[in-house]
């Protein structure tokens, strides 16, 4: 009978220990209903066991106690990314995330503390129980080590098979044409704010206000996140400089150069516009320093950044506060703040060129803007179908007023998110495998321009650069920038011509691209 409980006893130590390290190693999955299940186990060992389970532990319990410390940042940024991008890693590791609460990671840091406290138990148990050799904690601490994502994301990119690369060649500087109409740019980037959230299936009609500005101009339905692309400054460079964000040089940790002069040597949309007259702005609910914001922008001749400092002395003190979680400023603030600046220098002759950033859904939970709660505070969410709608809810009416308060200007807006929801698991099959972003081309008076186009093409996020030269009338229909080309073009986008796994591979392993892009 002993020996029965004792195999059960084992048998569910055991589970506990596979499900610590399916969490460790599974950055996407869910946590809550694993927990359930494991809580129901741990009870059932810790009554179970008794006093044979609760031993001193000896010395060699340490270096797995050790190996988990370290791990649990790993996972926790694993967690919040949905998987473990290693170029958004080193890039925010180099260019700094100052002015974000670590308390918005709260969630993500619990899961990877518990999951890890669950498998030094469980090895402490066994060893207790099975009264085990001292190398069965070495052993666990080695698997730890081992399975984490930071060692499984390092050796992917060490061990990726390298293949023939054609991408500097492709490298191309558009042909600008000069403007005869220069018609106001706005883009708005919507945070992770992807196509899979038109699932009415998990978001009912969460994303029904976009579905109705397609109606309205071009929809873009398949452009797809390649390597370099899956963050926000990866997303905002790919779209304005038709260019994937890779390190800069050899796959080091070091590579990342915090320059004053980012990506200096190649043109943007930003430089293009400014050549044609247009003041540019930007908009964002952080410090302007944080990923590097501040070195492309100013590299790249935009004119008034407006961001967390700014805007703390454009509102009072309460509308401020209540628009703040976690060091970010709630869409509504945003959105209001960038139709401040427009109604300021909609009556100038100048051009407008206008940049937002939103922050709403953001990877599992997202911020919940005061328009969208009870008390008129912004809160974090973790229902993903809120924070979709209260972003689309501020979106909708700013828009609006474009179209109001334009007085007769050309005007291009660009609605798009700046890369695909970090959330993995709450994507559908196909868009887990097919995610495309949302990216949909607004004209007001912008002449020929036409509603209702869809355009299926696979591409990426390069290709939207090209595209809105096109669009605006500073680059042909065959325009090509970047690694992009225009999508109302015959050529074939590199998502077409190679596909994406292997458009991908030779992003990352492409050192030449590297020096290339960073030059």
């Known amino acids: 009978m002993a020996s029965f409980r004792n195999g059960i006893l084992v048998t569910f130590i055991l589970i506990l220990c596979a499900l610590a390290l399916f969490v460790i190693s599974m950055p996407s999955i869910r946590v809550k209903p694993i927990a359930s299940f494991a809580t129901l186990l741990g009870i059932f060992v810790i009554v179970l066991g008794g006093r044979r389970i609760w031993r001193l532990p000896d010395r060699h319990i340490v270096p797995l106690i050790l190996v988990a410390l370290l791990a649990v940042p790993i996972i926790t940024t694993a967690r919040s990314f949905g998987e473990f991008d290693l170029f958004a890693v080193l890039h925010h590791l180099k260019f700094g995330v100052t002015g974000i609460d670590p308390w918005m990671l709260a969630h993500d840091a619990q899961d990877a503390l518990v999951s890890c406290c669950v498998l030094v138990l469980s090895v402490y148990w066994l060893r207790n129980l099975r009264q085990a050799s001292w190398y069965i904690s070495w052993l666990a601490a080695l698997v730890l080590a081992l399975i984490n994502p930071l060692t499984v994301g390092v050796l992917n990119a060490a061990f990726r098979p390298s293949v023939a690369s054609d991408l500097v060649a492709r490298m191309a500087t558009p042909s600008i044409l000069n403007l005869s109409v ?23 009609a969460a994303y029904d206000g976009i579905l109705a500005l ?14 370099g692309t899956g963050w926000s400054m990866g997303g905002l460079v790919a779209g304005q400089c038709g260019l994937p964000l890779l390190p800069n040089g050899l796959l080091e940790i070091n590579d990342f150069q915090e320059q004053t002069h980012f990506l200096g040597a190649h043109r943007c949309l930003s430089d293009e516009l400014a050549d044609q007259g247009y003041r540019s702005a930007y908009f964002v609910g952080v410090n302007i320093d944080f990923a590097g914001q501040d070195h492309f922008l100013l590299t790249h001749q935009y004119d008034d950044l407006i961001y967390k400092d700014i805007l703390e002395r454009w509102y009072d003190r309460d509308t401020f506060n209540r628009a703040t979680i976690n060091g970010i400023l709630d869409d509504q603030l945003i959105f209001d703040a960038a139709l401040r600046y427009y109604n300021a220098r909609v009556g100038k002759s100048e051009p407008i060129a206008m940049s937002l950033f939103t922050f709403g859904p953001h990877g599992k939970s997202g911020l919940l803007s005061r328009n969208c709660t009870e008390d008129q505070q912004a809160v974090r969410e973790s229902d993903l179908a809120l924070t979709v709608p209260c972003t689309i809810a501020n979106l909708l009416p700013f828009v609006d007023a474009i179209k109001e308060r334009r007085d007769g200007r050309p005007t291009l807006i660009i609605v798009q998110s700046d890369h695909l929801n970090h959330s993995r698991y709450d994507a559908t099959e196909e868009s887990t495998l097919f995610g495309a972003n949302t990216v949909i081309f607004l004209g007001l008076d912008l002449p020929h321009f036409p509603t209702e186009k ?8 390069v290709d939207i650069y090209p595209t809105v030269l096109h669009l605006l009338g500073l680059g042909d229909r065959d325009v090509r920038a970047g690694l992009g080309v225009s999508l109302f073009g015959v050529e074939p986008t590199l998502v077409e011509e190679k596909g994406l796994d292997l458009f991908n591979l030779e992003l990352t392993t492409d050192y030449d691209l590297r020096l290339a892009i960073w030059r």
């Open 454 to 461: 869809v355009i299926d093409r696979p591409a990426s996020m």
């Open 182 to 204: 220069k018609p106001d740019v706005i883009t708005i980037y919507l945070e992770g704010l992807d196509r899979s959230f038109s699932n009415r299936d998990q978001y009912g």
């Open 214 to 227: 397609q109606s309205e101009g071009i929809t873009m339905t398949r452009v797809l996140q390649s390597e």
